[in-house]
């Protein structure tokens, strides 16, 4: 029997909100990780309070590691993070309308080549069913033409 994996930690971009006792924080949840590249929006805006040595300001974006317990593993400020997601992204024009563009445009070319792929298998079935009759008509041009050529009985 294979062992259970115990939920992993996850990551979230959450927003500080109005710190009220000292040592605590309290935080917006606003999007969490769930692969690698991809994150999904909080619609529900869940606050979270958190023990916490670190004093930040009102409004700041963090990274937060909670465990499944809702236990803090690590927060960090978001700055960096967000900037290079604009860098990465934003500068060169990746945008969600380019990204659907390019996958619609991707969807169109591999449903190409899929008709392509069929119209050659079609086309090389063809060929072949040629061949066997060019196959079977020079064996029988040959059996005529032995035929011809042999003595009557």
């Known amino acids: 029997m294979g062992a259970i994996s115990a939920p992993k930690p ?17 935080l917006t949840l606003l999007a969490y990780q769930q692969s690698s590249y991809r994150w999904e929006v909080d619609e529900q805006g869940k606050i979270v309070s958190i023990a916490s040595e670190t004093s930040l300001q009102e409004g700041v974006l963090v990274l937060i590691e909670l465990c499944p317990q809702g236990e803090m ?22 945008t969600p309308a380019f990204l659907k563009a390019e996958a ?9 080549l899929t ?6 298998s079609r086309r090389s079935l063809e060929v072949e069913a040629r061949r066997e009759q060019i196959q079977a008509l020079e064996e ?5 033409k032995e035929n011809e050529n042999s003595p009557e009985a």
């Open 10 to 26: 996850m990551l979230y971009l959450a927003q500080v909100q109005k710190q009220k006792l000292p040592g605590q924080l309290e």
């Open 73 to 94: 593993l690590s927060i960090q400020d978001a700055t960096t993070w967000v900037l290079d997601l604009v860098k990465t992204y934003l500068t060169s024009g990746v």
């Open 104 to 112: 619609e445009r991707s969807e169109q070319w591999r449903q190409s």
């Open 115 to 120: 008709l392509q792929n069929q119209d050659l």
């Open 140 to 144: 029988s041009f040959k059996r005529d």
